[in-house]
């Protein structure tokens, strides 16, 4: 199908950064819409940041300023860099796309994937 692969995540001190990397793979026919979101302890996911294939974006109010997201459509990937690192950062990130696959090779159908999670910690 749509199988979706994070890697990047990490211990950071605060003020430091990292970058988030996502590559997609599977019976790709068009990927449109990748973000990241992301789950601390006791809450529930929420939108860090998004980008569509044309290039869009769309971040949430408390990463605006601090965090990049970015594509390259030609790998399938979707990266996030984040800089300025705060504890409040502390989450499992995940990666997440939709698009079309092709099932049985020539059947085209609507998918909405997610990857495994990677841990950000951010912490002296």
């Known amino acids: 199908q749509l199988q979706l692969v994070e890697s990047g995540g990490g211990l950071v001190q605060p003020g430091g950064s990292l970058r988030l990397s996502c590559s997609a793979s599977?019976?790709?026919?068009?990927?449109?819409?990748m973000g990241w979101y992301r789950q601390a302890p006791g809450k529930q996911r929420e939108l860090v940041a998004t980008i569509t294939s044309g290039g869009s974006t769309n971040y949430a109010e408390s990463v605006k300023d601090r965090f990049t997201i970015s594509r390259d459509n030609a790998k399938n990937t979707v990266y996030l860099q984040m800089s300025g690192l705060k504890p409040e950062d502390t989450a499992v990130y995940f990666c997440?796309?939709?698009?079309?696959?092709?099932?049985?090779?020539?059947?085209?159908?609507?998918?909405?994937?997610w990857g495994q999670g990677t841990q950000v910690t951010v912490s002296s």
């Open positions: 997440n796309a939709e698009g079309t696959i092709l099932y049985r090779g020539n059947l085209h159908v609507p998918v909405n994937s």
């Open positions: 599977g019976s790709i026919f068009s990927i449109n819409g």
